[in-house]
C-alpha cells in the first residue's frame, strides 16, 4: 500500500465551479498535511497545510481533515483559469524532519 | 522565485555514468532535502541534510549520495545511472524551525536524462 493515494484521473471544471481533490494516507500517526499546486514544467508550492480535524480555509482553497478515515481533500471554489495545474496531497509521516512523503498528483483543468 | 538554485537544468547522461547535482537554498534555510520526480509521479524523497549530517533517507540505493556544506548548499551525486534514474530532481530548502509546516521551498529541479 502507498504511503499516500490520490487515485483520481484528471479533473474538468468549467471557470468559476469547485474542483474537489481527495487523498488517502496510510499511516494513523501521520501528524501534518499538505497540498502543493505544481505547474507543468515548474516546482511545487505549497497552498495550504492542515494538522487538526476539520476545515481550514484560506482564500478560494478549504482543506478537510479527517484522521480517523485517514483522508484529506482540497476544495478549489470559484476556479479560475490560472488553477490549471497539478495538485500534490503530501503528508508529513516523520515528525521532526520535514520528511513529506507526496501521492502522484491530480490534474485539474479549469475550462474558461 | 524561491531563491533556492539548481544546477544545471538539463543534463544527458549513459547508463553507468555518474553525475553530480548542485543546490544552493534559501537564505536563512539551513536544512535542504533532495526529491526525484519521474514522469508522471509525485516527488519521492531521497534524502535530508541539516548541518551537514544526514537527517533521514528514502528507500533509496546507496549509489545515491549528498553532501551539505557549511553555506547549506548540497550536492546530490548519483553513481552508476540507470534508465530508471531519469527524473527531475528536486532540491528543497526548509527552515528548521519550520518542521512541522512543511513548507518546503523547492528549486526548478535538474532533469537527468539517462541513455
Known amino acids: 500500500q502507498k504511503e499516500v493515494e490520490q487515485n483520481s484521473g484528471p479533473l474538468s471544471v468549467p471557470e468559476g465551479a469547485i474542483a474537489s481533490l481527495n487523498c488517502t494516507y496510510s499511516d494513523r500517526g501521520s501528524q501534518s498535511f499538505f497540498w502543493y499546486r505544481q505547474y507543468s514544467g515548474k516546482s511545487p508550492e505549497l497552498i495550504m497545510f492542515i494538522y487538526s480535524n476539520g476545515d481550514k480555509e484560506d482564500g478560494r482553497f478549504t482543506a478537510q481533515l479527517n484522521k480517523a478515515s485517514q483522508y484529506v481533500s482540497l476544495l478549489i471554489r470559484d476556479s479560475q483559469p490560472s488553477d490549471s495545474a497539478t495538485y500534490l496531497c503530501?503528508?508529513?509521516?516523520?515528525?521532526?524532519?520535514?520528511?513529506?512523503?507526496f501521492g502522484k498528483g491530480n490534474q485539474v483543468v479549469v475550462i474558461p | 522565485e524561491t531563491g533556492v538554485t539548481q544546477s544545471p537544468t538539463h543534463l544527458i547522461k549513459t547508463r553507468g555514468q555518474q553525475v553530480t547535482l548542485r543546490c544552493s537554498s534559501q537564505s536563512g534555510h539551513n536544512t535542504v532535502s533532495w526529491y526525484q520526480q519521474a514522469l508522471g509521479q509525485g516527488p519521492q524523497f531521497i534524502f535530508q541534510y541539516y548541518r551537514e549530517e544526514e537527517n533521514g533517507r528514502g528507500n533509496f540505493p546507496p549509489r545515491f549520495s549528498g553532501l551539505q556544506f557549511p553555506n547549506y548548499s548540497s550536492e546530490l551525486n548519483v553513481n552508476a545511472l540507470e534508465l530508471d534514474d531519469s527524473a527531475l530532481y528536486l532540491c528543497a530548502s526548509s527552515a528548521r524551525l519550520a518542521v512541522n509546516t512543511g513548507e518546503l521551498f523547492f528549486g526548478e529541479g535538474s532533469r537527468l536524462t539517462v541513455l
Open positions: 503530501a503528508v508529513n509521516m516523520y515528525y521532526g524532519n520535514n520528511r513529506l512523503a
